[in-house]
């Protein structure tokens, strides 16, 4: 389970209150407090009126001061209103003002937030007639505190930006600072957390104007934070970094250690759990040292999250058990249930369901007392799960409603998902597939619209948030599939290929699209939607009503109270009034009779995709699922995709592609087109009489899993490889790709080479070491390429660096890189392409390159490690998927470090062919069978035509 992100949330009130308070009383401007202000509150100078009343009115205000200053707020408010009075009589209107406003602030600390709205009001207007813009300010503040409170928050916004309009009037930075740091709390509190980023960096901008390196740490830190929760990691760890140099360089221990905290967090987040471990590590020696037992007991919970997704169970239980012990200590009761909370998910990792439970229920209890929600949501969701598992779906369903109904309230979209994906999976465990795919085509259309918005929402204590989004997508294609709705289960592929490309790059946007329902779908959802609004209407008028203190309810409030309660325990019987109800019975016999009767032109995508798609091509779509691979045929020639289910198991698919791949480095065994065969008799042969009837000359190939790291080209008939019958053109997505054939223009290609091979760089990515030299037959390649084009221009070693490559990127056609790169499962900002001088591009660095006018990007020496199969291949359709997304139409990779003999050699043909005009995939075509045939030399007499030396290479996007 992944939960390192619940400390984003659970810590920004803290670091926020630590770093930016603007509720902190102080004395205010009299001779006799020294000229100190409350932060909400700037008095104005008080005007002439008779001595003796004014010195008597001044006691009755000092004295409420004195009582503000032990928080004895209650007995402050007879000496204000006496002050008031007395202000009053002599018309001293600067001090009725002031009088007022205090009173606002007593009335704010007891609670009683209408009073305290009435008197901010009331002084505000006194302050705006006499022209002080500075009470009149602070007035604003004030109202923004409550507002913010009573989680009024668009008032609070409106409130928070008066003050700072004065306040920039007025030249003054710290009402400024206050007001801007307010804005962001409220931003974050509404989840909008891009409009919270403006006013922390506005925030920065002024502490660096003013040379204030403390308060520039500490708004970098709160930026760090904000970035975090948006999922913009490189962003956040930019921000965390800048403020840990600052704090370091001051000597601040607290500003280094949680920064470090927050470094853990995000590394976490990537899935970096070396690099997390280590940062957590670091904050926990700071914290100790400092005596922090609150950060202490946050560093060990983030070593329990990172160790519990390492699958590291018995060290994620000993820290989870360390910070509760330490949070129970310091009666940190929300510490204590999200400690118990992290011991629950183990717990139910390990099977140990009843101990899961008893976790799961104590930090409910606990979420409940401090009026979490959010972790009261959390709780249920879990032990749902819990239930779900030991086959307790009465139990089950019910904590996932109650969790679902808070998660919506709330506007938690991304539990909603989750929750919703969850009783999908109940309801076809329960033999009620029909109702099951509307619950889960609502979670992927949830997801979807996620998309669109914030994205990477904290998941806090839920799987891992990739894991779970493919299983929606893929349980949903299952179920599409049994019931033959092919149209709506390709649909659900393509959507899954944006999310598993969104999810592995971190931040690939795809265009958001949402899934239709049938009508009968919508219906039953809006009648389940109908009775939970009723819930969630009532779950709030509860709430509203428990907010009353005990002792100041009317009866009729009480009355209505007890009845809500009542009502509330009913409700959370919703789902079984849904499942029971005839209407909904009636809906699910109208979906199983009315499912096949689907129209393509009511799928605007795949009808988009079908006018697009080139002449005896089609588009095949295989789907890995647990107990067996489905076969998907898009074509123009049949009314909607054809289907084919293969009765084999994902193990043992994956078994038969990790034997293909280790029996590649056999290069002459007879044995290893057996292996080649078993592939394709999974993936082809039960579709070879429809490619025949289609009369296919080119497979568009969208592969699934760990499928991509099979070369499709490679397979075997018996007779014949594939590549022989076919073109092969690997696309990430299909939706995303142009099938236009372009127009012929003359090829210019940039050719860069790391070729020397006396010169070597070795350095570690990712827990790996590298160690690369220059590639011998390099120099020969790019020159062979050159003398077949002769508009290139050649980079060699040296002079092929990042600066001169990145200068000429848009001045050519075809950009040829003859050098080493490494693609690695799980960490795609740790992918890289390495330079002749050592440099290394990042996947972000290739992001930011201008390929507009780029035809095809070939790099002819890319590493994803021969027989690691550790990954879901997202790292070679993300490569791809870079590469169109910085403007090529095309781009040919390796799927294995290949011999650069033989890659000189397959090179020389593919040019040749390009130059002769043939497209990019058939280019590619005609070099494979012309090292199958041996029709070109081996430098050193090597017999070239086994499949390692040709099949590895692929083109990914628009091959025609």
Not at 248 to 276: C, F, P, T
Not at 364 to 384: E, M, V
Not at 624 to 648: G, M
């Amino acid at each position: 389970m992944k939960f390192w992100q619940l400390t984003f949330l659970a810590l920004v009130s803290f670091f926020l209150t630590f770093y930016c308070d603007t509720s902190i009383l102080a004395r205010v401007n009299s001779p006799a407090f020294n000229g100190q202000f409350p932060i909400d509150f700037v008095s104005p100078a008080l005007g002439p009126t008779t001595e003796d009343q004014r010195q008597e009115a001044d006691r009755f205000f000092n004295r409420g001061i004195h009582h503000l200053d032990l928080s004895e707020f209650s007995e402050a408010i007879q000496p204000y209103q006496k002050s008031l009075q007395l202000y009053k009589q002599i018309d001293d209107r600067p001090g009725m003002a002031k009088s007022l406003h205090h009173l606002g602030i007593a009335y704010r600390n007891l609670k009683d937030y209408d009073q305290a709205i009435k008197y901010y009001q009331q002084s505000g207007q006194i302050f705006d007639q006499i022209g002080d813009r500075n009470g009149l300010a602070n007035s604003f503040m004030g109202l923004g505190l409550v507002y913010r409170t009573l989680e009024e928050h668009e008032k609070a916004i409106e409130s928070y930006q008066q003050s700072l309009q004065i306040f920039e009037k007025m030249g003054d930075d710290q009402g400024v600072l206050n007001s801007l740091n307010n804005l962001g709390i409220v931003y974050q509190n509404l989840g909008k957390y891009h409009q919270a980023i403006q006013p922390y960096q506005q925030s920065l901008q002024i502490f660096e104007k003013m040379g204030d390196r403390q308060n520039m740490a500490k708004s970098l830190h709160s930026l760090g934070i904000i970035y975090g929760i948006l999922g913009e990691y490189y962003k956040a760890i930019e921000s965390y970094q800048q403020s840990l140099q600052i704090f370091e360089k001051m000597g601040d221990r607290n500003g280094v250690a949680h920064s470090l905290l927050g470094l853990g967090i995000v590394y976490g987040n990537l899935g970096d759990g070396h690099k997390a471990i280590e940062y957590y590590q670091q904050s926990l020696e700071m914290f100790d040292k400092i005596s922090d037992r609150n950060g202490v007991a946050n560093s060990l919970l983030g070593l329990g999250i990172v160790y519990g997704n390492l699958g590291k169970y018995d060290q994620a239980i000993e820290y989870y058990q360390q910070s509760w012990q330490i949070f129970k200590q310091i009666s940190d009761r929300n510490g204590v249930a999200k400690s118990l909370l992290g011991l629950g998910i183990v717990y139910g990792k390990l099977e140990k369901y009843d101990q899961a439970i008893e976790s799961y229920q104590q930090s409910l209890q606990l979420f409940k007392q401090i009026g979490d929600r959010n972790g009261i949501a959390t709780s249920l969701g879990n032990l749902g799960v819990v239930y779900r598992s030991l086959g307790k779906y009465h139990k089950a369903i019910e904590s996932y409603q109650q969790s679902l109904q808070i998660s919506q309230e709330i506007g938690d979209r991304n539990r909603e998902r989750q929750i919703l994906s969850n009783i999908g999976l109940l309801l076809s465990t329960q033999d009620q597939p029909q109702l099951a795919i509307v619950f889960y085509k609502q979670s992927v259309n949830v997801t979807e619209d996620i998309r669109q918005g914030l994205r990477r929402l904290p998941t806090e204590l839920q799987q891992l948030y990739l894991e779970t989004v493919a299983d929606t997508y893929r349980r949903l294609a299952d179920l599409l599939l049994q019931f033959d709705r092919i149209i709506e289960a390709q649909q659900v592929l393509e959507l899954l290929k944006v999310q598993e490309l969104e999810d592995y790059l971190i931040n690939v946007r795809g265009d958001p699209q949402n899934l239709q329902m049938l009508p009968d779908e919508r219906q039953a959802w809006s009648q389940y939607q109908a009775l939970q609004q009723e819930a969630i209407a009532i779950s709030r008028e509860l709430a509203e009503l428990e907010k009353i203190p005990v002792n100041q309810r009317l009866p009729a409030q009480q009355q209505r109270l007890q009845e809500i309660r009542e009502q509330q325990g009913k409700t959370r019987g919703i789902f079984d009034q849904f499942l029971s109800s005839p209407e909904v019975e009636n809906l699910i016999k109208n979906i199983s009779q009315n499912q096949h009767n689907i129209n393509i032109r009511n799928y605007p995508n795949l009808h988009k995709l079908l006018a697009n798609l080139p002449e005896k091509s089609v588009i095949l779509y295989p789907l890995v699922l647990d107990n067996r691979l489905e076969l998907l045929l898009v074509t123009t020639q049949t009314a909607a995709p054809l289907r084919q289910p293969v009765n084999v198991t994902a193990k043992q698919l994956n078994q038969a592609i990790r034997d293909y791949r280790t029996g590649l480095k056999n290069q002459d065994s007879e044995s290893f087109k057996h292996t080649a065969k078993v592939l394709y008799d999974y993936l082809i042969k039960p579709i070879e009489k429809d490619l025949v009837n289609l009369q296919v000359k080119t497979l568009i190939y969208a592969p699934d899993r760990a499928l991509r790291y099979l070369p499709l080209a490679g397979l075997y008939d018996g007779q014949q490889w594939l590549v022989e019958k076919y073109r092969i053109n690997n696309i990430t997505v299909a939706s995303l790709t142009q099938f236009i054939v372009t127009p012929s223009k003359p090829p210019s290609v940039l050719a860069g080479a790391f070729a020397d091979v006396d010169t070597g760089y070795q350095f570690q990515v990712a827990q790996r070491q590298f160690d690369f030299y220059g590639l011998k037959f390099a120099y020969d390649e790019i020159n062979n390429i050159a003398g077949i084009i002769p508009n290139t221009n050649r980079l060699l070693d040296r002079d092929f660096n990042r600066q001169q490559t990145e200068g000429y990127l848009g001045d050519y056609n075809i950009i040829h890189l003859a050098t080493h790169a490494a693609f690695i499962p799980g960490q795609p900002m740790d992918s890289f392409i390495l330079f002749g001088d050592g440099d290394r591009a990042s996947i972000n660095d290739i992001r930011r390159w201008d390929l507009k006018n780029v035809d095809l990007a070939v790099l002819s020496a890319c590493q994803t490690g021969l027989g690691d199969l550790s990954g879901n291949g997202e790292e070679i359709l993300g490569l791809g998927y870079i590469m169109q997304e910085a403007g090529a139409q095309a781009t040919v990779a390796t799927l294995w470090l290949i011999e650069d003999a033989s890659t000189q050699q397959l090179m020389n043909v593919f040019y040749q062919k390009l130059s002769e005009g043939n497209s990019r995939a058939e280019a590619l075509r005609q070099a494979q069978l012309a090292l199958i045939n041996q029709q070109v030399p081996h430098p050193q007499n090597q017999d070239i035509s086994a499949p390692y030396h040709w099949a590895g290479f692929i083109i990914i996007g628009n091959g025609f």
